[in-house]
């Protein structure tokens, strides 16, 4: 079963860091791009940066590009947010997201698998 799970967040002062981590079961993580996503209150879904299955290439969206910085370990299959210069308005809860198709014992297993989420808080 494919799974990830998320942690690392915490309350922040403006201006701080935070590392962000994502660990994953069930799939042949190397193989699959990683997404970050993140839910600020009251609001949708905003994607926020993606990184392909061997970490050469990395996606951000505007609002985060500089600060944010993706990465991974695919020896620990383990994905990474490193967050700085944290301003209010990162404030939300990041989700780790995993999709594509597994083949286990020749047949396809389609996974689209969101965690939990870990909580960002940014305030002074």
């Known amino acids: 079963q494919v799974h990830v799970v998320e942690s690392g967040g915490g309350l922040v002062q403006p201006g701080g860091s935070l590392r962000l981590s994502c660990a994953a079961s069930g799939f042949t993580f190397s193989s699959y791009f990683m997404s970050w996503v993140r839910q600020a209150p009251g609001k949708g879904l905003e994607w926020v940066s993606d990184?392909?299955?061997?970490?050469?290439?990395?996606y951000y969206a505007d609002s985060v590009k500089g600060r944010f910085t993706i990465s991974r370990d695919n020896a620990k299959n383990t994905l990474y947010l490193q967050i700085n210069s944290l301003k209010p308005e990162d404030t939300a809860v990041y989700f780790c997201?995993?999709?594509?198709?597994?083949?286990?014992?020749?047949?396809?297993?389609?996974?689209?698998?969101w965690g939990q989420g870990t909580q960002v808080t940014v305030s002074s």
């Open positions: 990184i392909n299955g061997n970490g050469g290439s990395t």
């Open positions: 997201h995993a999709e594509g198709v597994e083949v286990v014992a020749g047949l396809p297993h389609a996974f689209d698998t």
